[in-house]
């Protein structure tokens, strides 16, 4: 079945480290998104990308940083200058960032300070 | 900016009973809006997807309205159940590429 795999589902960081969320898709969607999500709050954008090796910065990119060298696939990298990390990280993907397609959602990854 | 509510942030109702979620943006200048449900600690299901030309859409037990000149959508649950429990979230896409959400309302369906 086509779907979003995020892995890992929980992860800890400690002071000072840089910590990678994988995100993969198999739907062949060209645009993928990262969200944040705090409780009490709605999704937030992060970065998104059209297109493989082209990526935007969404609202809060600040400490955060992204790839896309493959169009299955889109990781996030929260730096040691991102303060606040402890949140719910959400990968998504559409077909194409000018269509009118739903978005889907991975599972998710919980990111939590050690 | 798109500014999205939902209102109420949180509705407990018994089984069978019809139910109205709220959904209210301050732009009404908007290519679609998507419903979406979310279990605890899980990711986002869509639900339905309306097109900024459409009035409502159907699937199921669910049926999504949508008012852009007044800036509103509803999501109508008939028959409510207990499996309906979880939170549903509204997403707008304005001119542009990026999505903004509500906070979400809370439902919880008591059998």
């Known amino acids: 079945d086509g779907g979003i795999t995020q892995s890992p589902k929980y992860l800890f960081r400690k002071e000072g480290q840089n910590v990678t969320l994988s995100c993969e898709q198999n739907l062949n969607h060209d645009a993928m998104y990262w969200y944040r999500q705090d409780p009490g709050q709605g999704l937030r954008l992060i970065y998104y990308s059209q297109i493989v090796n082209d990526f935007q910065k969404g609202d809060i990119a600040e400490g955060y940083s992204v790839s896309r060298e493959k169009k299955e696939s889109f990781p996030l990298t929260v730096t040691s200058a991102q303060k606040n990390p402890t949140a719910f990280y959400l990968c998504?993907?559409?077909?194409?960032?000018?269509?009118?397609?739903?978005?889907?959602f991975g599972d998710g990854t919980r990111l939590s300070i050690l | 900016k798109q500014e999205v509510t939902q209102i109420p942030a949180a509705l407990s109702v018994p089984e069978g009973e019809n139910l109205v979620l709220n959904c209210s943006f301050t732009?009404?200048?908007?290519?679609?809006l998507q419903w979406f449900r979310q279990d605890p600690g899980k990711g986002l299901t869509s639900l339905l997807l309306i097109q900024s030309s459409q009035r409502e859409q159907t699937s199921g037990r669910l049926n999504a309205s949508l008012d852009k000149s007044s800036g509103r959508s509803t999501l109508y649950i008939a028959a409510s159940q207990p499996g309906d429990s979880a939170t549903y979230l509204c997403?707008?896409?304005?001119?542009?590429?990026?999505?903004?959400f509500g906070t979400g309302t809370s439902l919880t369906v008591i059998p």
């Open positions: 998504a993907s559409r077909l194409g960032i000018w269509s009118n397609q739903p978005q889907h």
């Open positions: 997403a707008v896409r304005p001119t542009g590429n990026q999505f903004y």
């Open positions: 732009d009404s200048a908007i290519y679609n």
